[in-house]
Structures are given as structure tokens and as C-alpha cells.
């Protein structure tokens, strides 16, 4: 019994030195944390410079990445949800858009273009907060911020796409999701986490109310 004792304390001390010895290989290792000041600004440099590189505005990057802070600064929140909607606000500002377009050239030139609008408008809207009764689709600022920025870029003087509807759904949709990775980014620069866990948009997010 004392033998048996004796061999279990020496196993032990034995496991207690290999831990001792073991090299920190599953320690963390220190990375750089930015200033939460630094680390925006060199991002929304690097939008100005996106933009100039790629010659189209890149509002929508700003636009994406406020819809994404907002999104989680009280509650958790799926960013998959928030992408989807922002694409699927995109795809209803295109449509208005294509929308608008024919029912004008319907109605004629005695009609204001902006009437035409209304009218598609007034179709579109509900059916897009509708659509964000479903848990998938229930971010729905997030598809007015696409919406949003589809519109913009399309009215935009300044961007050689301007006036093209399939251009401005690209670039609307491609910057608002990089305005996502943007706040990904700046959370990982700032060492600060983006949401305690992922969970459905809250009920308080939606403009269901």
C-alpha cells in the first residue's frame, strides 16, 4: 500500500515538472493594439484610397460599417443577417430604380419622373419591410441602408457609373460589405470583441414598430 502510494506521488510530481518544462507554446501570443482613434482612421483612409484606385465612391463603405456598429453596440447580432439585408435593400433600390425608368417611359414625358418614382416607390417600400417580418430578413435599417446606397451611387455626378443601375447595385452592394469587414477589422485592430454572442436580430433593431 505504502509502495503503491509512493509510485502514485512520484507520477504526479513527474506530471507536475513535464508542465513546468513544457515551452509556452499554447500561450497567447501579444499582438498590437491600436487606439481605437488610430485604428478608424487608418481605415477610412484606406477608403479614400479604394476610391481613388478604383475611381467610384465609397460611401457606402461608411454606411456599412455605422450599420454594423450600430447593430451591435447594446445586443448581439448575426452579421450574416445584416449582410443579407443590406443586399437584399440593394436589389429593391435597383429594382425602384429599373422600375421608375419604365413606368416613365409609359407614361410619357408629360409625366415627372418623380411621379413614377412615388409609384413604384409605394409598391416597394411595404414589400421590403414585409419581407423583414422573417427572421432572415429582419435587420430591415440594414435594407434601407442598401437601398440607400444603391440611390446614391446612381445619382452620383461625379462617378463614371453614374446613371447605370448595374453599376450602382455592384459597387452599393460591394462597399456596404466591405464597411462589414471594415468593423471586423477595426474590432481586431482595437482588440475589442464585435458582440458577446451571435444571436437573431432583436426585435428593437427593425423598423417594425
Known amino acids: 500500500m505504502l509502495n503503491t502510494t509512493a509510485s502514485v506521488r512520484v507520477e504526479l510530481e513527474s506530471v507536475a515538472v513535464d508542465e513546468r518544462d513544457r515551452p ?15 485604428a478608424a482612421t487608418i481605415l477610412a483612409v484606406s477608403s479614400v484610397l479604394l476610391g481613388a484606385l478604383l475611381d467610384v465612391p465609397t460611401f457606402g463603405i461608411f454606411l456599412g460599417w455605422a450599420a454594423a456598429a450600430l447593430a451591435t453596440t447594446s445586443r448581439a447580432t448575426r452579421m450574416s443577417t445584416l449582410a443579407t439585408c443590406l443586399m437584399v435593400g440593394a436589389l429593391f433600390g435597383t429594382g425602384t430604380i429599373a422600375g421608375a425608368s419604365a413606368l416613365g417611359a ?23 419591410i414585409l419581407l423583414g417580418r422573417a427572421s432572415a430578413f429582419s435587420a430591415v435599417p440594414g435594407m434601407f441602408i442598401g437601398f440607400s446606397t444603391v440611390l446614391a451611387v446612381h445619382l452620383i455626378e461625379a462617378a463614371p457609373i453614374s446613371g447605370n ?20 477589422l477595426n474590432g481586431r485592430m482595437t482588440g475589442r470583441p464585435q458582440a458577446a454572442k451571435p444571436g437573431s436580430m432583436p426585435a428593437d433593431h427593425t423598423l417594425m414598430k
Open 24 to 38: 509556452a507554446m499554447d500561450e497567447p501570443r501579444p499582438r498590437v493594439v491600436l487606439p481605437p482613434e488610430i
Open 106 to 128: 409609359i407614361l410619357g414625358t408629360a409625366v415627372p419622373l418623380w411621379v413614377s418614382t412615388i409609384l413604384v416607390l409605394a409598391v416597394a417600400n411595404p414589400l421590403m
Open 165 to 184: 443601375v448595374l453599376g450602382a447595385l455592384l459597387v452599393g452592394a460591394a462597399t456596404n460589405l466591405i464597411g462589414l469587414g471594415f468593423h471586423w
